[in-house]
């Protein structure tokens, strides 16, 4: 059964870090592409970061260059999020996902089949 599991989110204050997790199970992740997504209330959910399975490119929201990255741990068959100078914009549920995206939309949120539960982040003074 395949399945991801998304940890750590929570309240953090502007200019903090923050590092998401999303473990997976039931496949090897590093053979998919693999995304962390975002949805603040009242907006559509987004791409954050995402990285293909077949070259390893990745792909960056404007809004997070330069703050968030992504890592992965293999062995664990987890990926990370890391955000750092978080600012308030910032704040939503955020998801990661898997699945094999067409060429050109590699963080198009409707190419992603397989969806962990998703995380809160509140960056809040």
């Known amino acids: 059964q395949v399945q991801l599991v998304v940890s750590g989110g929570g309240l953090v204050q502007p200019g903090g870090s923050l590092r998401l997790s999303c473990a997976a199970s039931g496949f090897t992740l590093d053979y998919y592409a693999m995304g962390w997504f975002r949805q603040a209330p009242g907006k559509e959910r987004e791409g954050v970061i995402c990285?293909?399975?077949?070259?390893?490119?990745?792909y960056y929201a404007n809004s997070v260059k330069g703050r968030f990255t992504v890592s992965r741990d293999n062995a664990k068959n987890t990926i990370y999020l890391q955000m750092n100078n978080v600012k308030p914009e910032d704040t939503a549920v955020y998801y990661c996902?898997?699945?094999?995206?067409?060429?050109?939309?590699?963080?198009?949120?409707?190419?992603?089949?397989?969806w962990g539960q998703g995380t809160q982040v509140t960056v809040s003074s």
């Open positions: 996902a898997t699945d094999w995206p067409v060429l050109g939309r590699l963080c198009a949120p409707t190419e992603y089949g397989t």
């Open positions: 990285i293909s399975g077949s070259d390893g490119s990745t």
